[in-house]
């Protein structure tokens, strides 16, 4: 069945015809089409058109779609059963590995999302502290529990108000723009003793991508120890993307907890949070804070979460790193001749390019840029079989499978597009 079928019946049963918003293509004037199958760095649709994905998965597929070893560790697994509700081998092994790749992750616990991640996170740090407010970045998106659907990032940038999510909750949290020391010291000036935590994407991925400036996340991090505050790295991208340690290594600030998703299950739904001994063991069953899910610590997404850790770790994070920035800056350069004004930002296999005249180092700046002519770069590169993300407000990943072969004939696409 074709893309265009599919779509008509799937509006008939979910809002937009998709089960998250953003795949509706709605920011580029398009339509989405279905996936048949993945491999390697190419995705397939229902009509058998292949494409070069740059997407994966929206960050999980570090390793490319369909890891040998990731799929040989899942079907091992599936093949002993497919979830136990009971403890298994496989949460202790990934766990293991995870403390050892970021060591400030002393203990933690297996969620099924990023989403559940970042919200047991700011319950943790309520309970901790006996706090309540939580300083937050102007679009930066940490899912979509309550509390962080204030000025968040992504697809909620659609939803300004976030009808359903009441003011009463939301007035617990305090903003601030990206890269902005000031405006957290202020919140801290005003109502230090009231603040659990700051959350912060410490490499930001959902208003494109935007680095932290110098001094940044080293003065998050002398705030909340001044005021008793906890710091939370938001790492369900960054998580080893920007580094096998994530961000906290490549930047060398060590936060109080961590939430980890994406690449950490291998292509299943997995989201980890976790911090110091003594702050995580006020979880319950040891502590009186309350979490728990029935299909946490799935042996299956245990599984290829694993396998996917130890891949990983036999890769050349420096070398896709440096393909990466040549590849991003010659695409910036393709579009520059074309007459485009753009900006790039990159850190190890992650960019944006932006279609502003000016750096992008916030929010507001993010959003200045010309999503029209993203979207006729977005629709010239799908119509040549490249999978771009479909917003300009998104980053673009790249894989340890991706060839040179593929990434030429990206810029070739791209050398076709006319404005
Ligand atoms: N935090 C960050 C930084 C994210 O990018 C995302 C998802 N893109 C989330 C949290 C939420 O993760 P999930 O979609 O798995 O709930």
């Known amino acids: 069945m074709d893309s265009k079928t599919l779509y008509a019946r799937a509006q008939q049963l979910m809002p937009g015809g998709v089960n998250s918003p953003l795949r509706a293509c709605r920011y580029v004037n398009s339509e989405p089409v279905f996936i048949d199958r993945a491999a390697g760095a190419y995705l397939w649709d229902v009509e058998g058109r292949q494409y070069i994905d740059y997407v994966l998965s929206w960050g999980p597929m570090l390793l490319g779609h369909c890891d040998p070893e990731v799929a040989e560790a899942v079907y091992v697994a599936v093949n002993k059963g497919t979830s136990y509700g009971a403890p298994c081998e496989g949460e202790v092994s990934l766990a293991e590995e995870i403390t050892k790749l970021i060591p400030s992750m002393e203990m933690m616990r297996m969620v099924s999302s990023g989403t559940e991640a970042t919200m047991s996170a700011l319950r943790l740090a309520r309970g901790y502290t006996g706090r309540d407010k939580v300083v937050k970045f102007i679009g930066n998106y940490h899912g979509h529990n309550d509390a962080f659907l204030a000025a968040a990032g992504s697809a909620a940038q659609a939803v300004p108000g976030t009808p359903g999510v009441p003011d009463d909750i939301v007035k617990h949290t305090l903003l601030a723009h990206y890269n902005d020391l000031e405006a957290v010291k202020a919140h801290f000036k005003e109502s230090g003793d009231e603040i659990a935590c700051v959350i912060v994407e410490p490499a930001a991925g959902n208003m494109g991508l935007v680095l ?17 505050a906890l710091l939370i790295f938001d790492e369900v991208i960054t998580g080893f993307r920007v580094s096998l340690g994530g961000a906290q290594q490549r930047y060398g600030i060590t936060p109080d907890l961590t939430t980890l998703g994406k690449i950490i299950g291998g292509g299943f739904p997995v989201g980890c949070y976790g911090g110091k001994k003594e702050i995580m063991e006020h979880m319950a069953p040891c502590g ?9 610590g799935n042996p299956v997404a245990m599984a290829a979460g694993l396998a996917t850790l130890k891949v990983l770790q036999k890769r050349d994070y420096d070398a896709l790193e440096a393909r990466t920035r040549e590849f991003a800056t010659a695409l910036t350069g393709i579009l520059k001749d074309k007459g485009q004004a753009v900006t790039l930002n990159h850190i190890a296999s992650a960019f944006t390019i932006y279609f502003s005249e000016v750096p992008v180092t916030n929010m507001a700046e993010s959003s200045a840029c010309n999503g029209d002519l ?46």
């Open 212 to 228: 932290p400036e110098d001094g940044f996340l080293q003065g998050l991090r002398d705030l909340c120890t001044k005021h008793g």
């Open 288 to 296: 009186g804070v309350f979490q728990a899910g029935t299909l946490s």
């Open 374 to 419: 993203y979207a006729t770069f977005w629709k010239q590169m799908q119509a040549q079989g490249i999978n771009l993300a479909p917003a300009g407000f998104e980053c673009a990943f790249t894989s340890f499978v991706h060839t040179d072969e593929d990434l030429e004939k990206t810029l070739e696409a791209a050398r076709n597009v006319t404005f």
